[in-house]
């Protein structure tokens, strides 16, 4: 069954190198982490099948790459100079600072327990604020942006030159973000640096609702391909006072953590609010004209925006499992081999010098084709296991008779069903096994 507890996830990604905690030598840096060998590998396959998902196997979507630093100009336009805040109340008593939103108790102070012990709620801005060259001043303030979309926004005209698009269409990007949180926390599922995967799409303005619904499905439907039972997710709208400054209507799915529900995607109709904002402030005209009907206009867009750590932290929660095999415990993560660090892991039987130079041969021979382990410390069946608790699919044993009879092992982590075949059919199988 899927992990209940969030320590459970915790100490497996900390023992197994899916994610350490940042500057961890120097007492950590609260609520950063560095991903490891098997997290970084997990993290960008998370964005590869979105981008699969997203662009790759779509022709209405390119990918852009924007800046990460941007000017004040930008920001102003987009509202979030004036509007991107959270509420923030401090404890009169032990000093602590909390978002006024997040308090279980809107009287009562979680660190110390005091009552009433709270400030004025004031509006505190979620950017990180810079300076760009070698003098200080307000001529050289830049911020760091706190989500991708307006890259997308400022570069519509570029991109609709240049790609030779027309509505509907989408502009995709992943990258990272910033956003001085209040209270961070849960591990990996908010932070103050973080990744995301947004897709704005543009469309004739009377259009906009249809899409919504249609990306509303669209984007749950990944989640669910890609592993996560649908009973553990919800496609929950928005009430009217929790929508954003620009939208019109919001739908967030959210999956059940340990903690409750959280959101891991946001779609919004945006209306043509960005667009029109920044033709506003920056003097150019950003519309379509649509020569067919003779139509001028802006198009509305609708935003499927995603975490990709929270959504890594949420197939992993979901793949955890705990079972039996042979009469002895073991821990599973039964990824989707598409997520999975390592698709496969080549596991010599011994450390002979009469054997690895084979093992060597098999795992070259696969890594052309997939990201692939190899593993020949300690016993075979600790090794399994070790593959089993990391969510690699298949494990290649190499033994002694592979060098007489040309044939290798192939062991899968879900059935621990083993079948025999030669090394020649060995990639085919692979390949029909993974379905990638």
């Known amino acids: 069954m899927p992990a209940t507890d969030l320590d459970q996830i915790v100490n497996l990604c900390k023992r197994r190198g899916f994610v350490y905690p940042s500057a961890e030598i120097y007492g950590g840096f609260r609520s950063s982490y560095d991903y490891g060998p098997l997290g970084s590998l997990m993290l960008r396959h998370v964005k590869d099948a979105w981008i699969r998902s997203m662009v790759q196997r779509r022709d209405d979507v390119v990918l852009i790459d924007a800046a990460i630093l941007g000017p004040p100009a930008i920001w102003e336009a987009s509202g979030h100079l004036a509007t991107f805040t959270d509420p923030l109340v401090d404890c009169k008593v032990c000093r602590s600072r909390f978002r006024e939103d997040d308090l279980p108790d809107p009287d009562v102070c979680p660190s110390c327990g005091a009552k009433g012990s709270f400030t004025e709620a004031r509006a505190f801005n979620l950017m990180f604020k810079t300076y760009a060259g070698p003098v200080e001043g307000a001529g050289a303030e830049v911020y760091l942006r706190p989500e991708t979309a307006q890259g997308m926004f400022v570069n519509f005209a570029n991109v609709l030159q240049t790609s030779r698009k027309k509505p509907p269409f989408g502009i995709a990007q992943v990258g990272k973000s910033f956003r001085n949180e209040i209270t961070p926390g849960n591990f990996i599922f908010r932070t103050r640096e973080f990744e995301q995967m947004e897709m704005e799409y543009f469309v004739p303005p009377e259009d906009a609702p249809k899409w919504f619904e249609y990306w509303c499905a669209e984007r749950f439907a990944w989640y669910v391909e890609h592993g996560i039972p649908a009973d553990m997710l919800r496609l929950r709208p928005h009430e009217e006072d929790e929508l954003s400054h620009y939208s019109a209507g919001t739908s967030d799915v959210e999956f059940h953590f340990p903690w409750g529900w959280g959101e891991l995607e946001g779609i919004a109709q945006r209306t043509d609010f960005d667009l029109t904002a920044h033709a506003k402030h920056s003097g150019e005209k950003l519309e379509y004209f649509d020569q067919a009907s003779g139509r001028r206009y802006v198009p509305y867009v609708v935003e499927p925006a995603a975490g990709a750590n929270r ?126």
Not at 316 to 342: N, S
Not at 367 to 382: A, K, L, N, Y
């Open 311 to 436: 959504t890594l932290a949420a197939f992993l929660l979901a793949a955890y499992d705990e079972d039996e095999v042979g009469g002895e415990a073991r821990t599973v993560l039964r990824l989707h081999p598409r997520l999975a660090p390592y698709q496969v892991a080549v596991l010599p039987l011994s450390r002979k010098e009469t054997l690895l130079p084979r093992a060597r041969e098999v795992h070259r021979l696969l890594s052309e084709w997939w990201m692939v382990d190899f593993d020949d410390t300690q016993s075979i069946g600790r090794r399994y296991r070790r593959q089993d608790e990391v969510g690699t699919p298949y494990c290649v044993t190499v033994d002694f008779e592979t060098l007489d009879d040309q044939a290798v092992t192939i062991r899968e982590r879900d059935t621990t069903e083993q079948v025999r075949l030669p090394l020649d059919a060995l990639v085919g199988e692979l390949s029909d096994r993974l379905g990638l």
